[in-house]
């Protein structure tokens, strides 16, 4: 009786195992693949960086779960794929762009979205001054964060429109909390025009 017993478990716990491992290859694999088309769009954005703050090459990309471009913050070690869309899909392989805000390079608030515990697990490191490098295939942008602060669920205000050009950062809060996390981080951040990023740089 034991013995069966002992072989069901152990052929059970065998199997959850072969789950488990097929689930994080499937995520490493479609997270590699965004990663590289995130590296494709640094190069496209590169070659288009001095043709204007617009939007327009980013918009013609920007359907759910297709990498938009890359998000990188130097200072704290993240550098992440920018995907399109915030469903739960999108932000297993990178930060999403919350549907209905505006787009890096357009003069209004560009909301983005991550998991605390996979692409925005450093996030709580930020720091006031710090510089948010964004790469579309419209070009580069510079942003640098105004304010941290910690909200409610219910306070999607801080997505409204700002009428100038800035980012919003949004994860759960706490960090390590387990299970839903109670509240949200939140970083806002100014987009840096050309004369000040250089001085931003010395």
Not at 6 to 29: C, H, K, M, N, Q
Not at 84 to 112: C, K, M, Y
Request: glycine fraction near 10%; charge should be positive; hydrophobic fraction near 40%.
């Amino acid at each position: 009786m034991n013995r069966t017993f002992d072989t069901w478990l152990a052929r059970g716990l065998l199997a959850t195992g072969l789950v488990l491992l097929s689930v994080v290859g499937l995520i490493t694999f479609f997270s590699d693949r965004a990663r590289r088309e995130a590296e494709m769009l640094d190069a496209f954005g590169r070659r288009n960086r001095d043709r204007g703050a617009v939007a327009e090459n980013t918009r013609r990309l920007a359907q759910p779960g297709h990498v938009i471009g890359r998000l990188a913050i130097a200072r704290i070690g993240i550098s992440v794929p920018l995907i399109e869309s915030t469903t739960e899909s999108a932000l297993l392989l990178g930060v999403g762009h919350v549907t209905g805000t505006r787009f890096p390079g357009e003069a209004d608030n560009v909301g983005l979205a991550g998991h605390r515990d996979t692409h925005f697990r450093k996030l709580g490191r930020v720091h006031k001054g710090d510089r948010i490098q964004v790469r579309t295939p419209d070009g580069d942008f510079t942003y640098r964060v105004d304010s941290t602060f910690v909200v409610t669920p219910d306070r999607g205000d801080l997505l409204n429109r700002t009428g100038r050009p800035m980012l919003t950062l949004v994860t759960c809060y706490p960090f390590h909390w387990i299970g839903p996390a109670p509240k949200r981080f939140i970083v806002r951040a100014s987009e840096v025009d050309g004369h000040t990023a250089a001085m931003v740089n010395r």
